[in-house]
């Protein structure tokens, strides 16, 4: 015998958490809604496995998550398995293989749960994330990039979201600049450090040529008018200027086909996920830090252009309004079944009772029942949830 304390089996790995309910319901009601929207522009579902071989799940642009992802060993083949942290990279493998024959451009969706090595920074500490997104592999065009934002915007608003915002960054045009302006190697990784955190006193320091150009180019971060104005003042290399005009034809695809959406341009933030190779775009709510998706342009197996959206159903369900419950409605033993099922339709859940009760209101309200059924109509419970 030990002096150590019994288990808590509630306790939980950190980063790790149970939904119940009804958050959990709610979510899963919300992920239909997003995919219903994804489903109704032509994009088709696909479900990868949790697991992969390593040498397939971090193949091509899963290479950049390879640090996200926990490794086990499968006991029948003793080949190294991965545990998906992010499902892009799966679902790029998929239209490189399974569907390498498919028309193009491929849109697909896709819904399930990702586990992430470790958390997402301070603003994201779950370790589990659900995820639900499109891609749409194939073109590369202003349009391709505008469809994705639009049918991103519309899935929001159909789980209840008024008010968001879409963030778009160039992660690549800082490094096009620095290697463009033949910045000595040495220098490099304190100029990037002084851009990831937006001190432009070190940009100044560390830029060389470059401190000039960086410095309004933090200061050109905000509403995508305003900031595209600036980028085309801005003194640019050839590369970072077409990177900077494909950014602006973008914008104003994205603007023909969704007016109203709210857009603002960071052109020097290069935060994350390392196999983005153009446009990219984070969405954010009002008055909230975490991310409520995140997405942009990448190549899909390798070599063929490819533009998504990934949105996380917890952090959206956190800054959504709270839907209305759904009534409950306690049915005494012996009750009609056609009536029964005729209110289930009406968006009644039904808690039958297993067995006569001796006062059906009490029973109600200590099963958390909105509503009794009492002669053939659902009658209201004072205490029921």
């Known amino acids: ?28 009601l919300s992920v239909e809604a997003l995919m219903a929207v994804f489903a109704g522009y032509g994009y088709e579902r696909v479900k ?39 499902m892009t990279p799966q679902v790029a493998r998929i239209a490189a293989t399974r569907l390498v024959r498919a ?16 958390p997402g920074g301070a603003l994201v500490a779950d370790r589990q994330v659900a995820q639900a997104g499109i891609e749409l592999i194939g073109p590369d065009s202003p349009a391709a990039d505008a469809e994705v934002m639009a049918v991103g915007a519309e899935a929001l608003a159909a789980v209840g979201l008024a008010r968001f915002s879409f963030d778009l960054t160039l ?20 100029l990037l450090r002084a851009l990831d955190r937006k001190d432009a006193a070190e940009v100044a320091r560390h830029g060389g040529p470059l401190a000039r150009t960086l410095a309004e180019l933090l200061l050109a971060a905000g509403p995508a008018a305003r900031a ?8 640019l290399s050839p590369g970072a200027r077409a990177l900077t005009e494909r950014l602006a034809a973008s914008v104003d695809a994205i603007v023909a086909r969704a007016p109203g959406l709210r857009l603002t341009i960071d052109p020097i933030e290069f935060r994350g996920w390392r196999y983005h190779t153009g446009l990219c775009v984070t ?40 839907p209305p419950p759904r009534p409950r409605l306690f049915v005494p033993d012996g009750a009609d079944p056609a009536l ?30 909105t509503h009794v059924l009492r002669d053939g109509a659902a009658i209201a419970v004072a205490g029921g949830n």
């Open 228 to 235: 595209l104005a600036a980028l085309r003042a801005a003194d």
């Open 103 to 118: 028309p193009r451009p491929l849109r697909l969706a896709y819904a399930g749960m990702c586990v992430q090595a470790q």
């Open 48 to 86: 990868p496995p949790l697991l992969e071989f390593e040498d397939s799940l971090l193949a091509g642009s899963g290479a950049a998550v390879a640090e996200q992802t926990y490794r086990l060993m499968d006991p029948a083949t003793h080949r190294m398995m991965g545990l998906r942290p992010d």
């Open 1 to 28: 015998m030990t002096g150590d304390s019994p288990a808590n089996l509630a306790l939980l790995p950190a980063g790790l958490r149970d939904l119940l309910p009804p958050e959990a319901e709610t979510e899963a």
């Open 171 to 190: 992660p690549t045009l800082a490094a096009t600049l620095i290697e463009e302006a033949s910045i000595p190697e040495p220098a490099r990784p304190a």
């Open 340 to 369: 029964v099922s005729a209110l289930r339709a009406q968006g009644f859940a039904t808690v039958a009772a297993l067995a006569p009760a001796a006062d059906c209101t009490v029973e109600a309200v200590r099963l958390g029942c």
């Open 283 to 322: 969405v954010y709510a009002p008055g909230r830090h975490e991310e409520l998706g995140r997405g942009g342009r990448y190549l899909s197996g390798g070599d063929e252009p490819a533009c998504g959206l990934t949105l996380r159903p917890e952090a959206i369900l956190r800054a959504a309004p709270t």
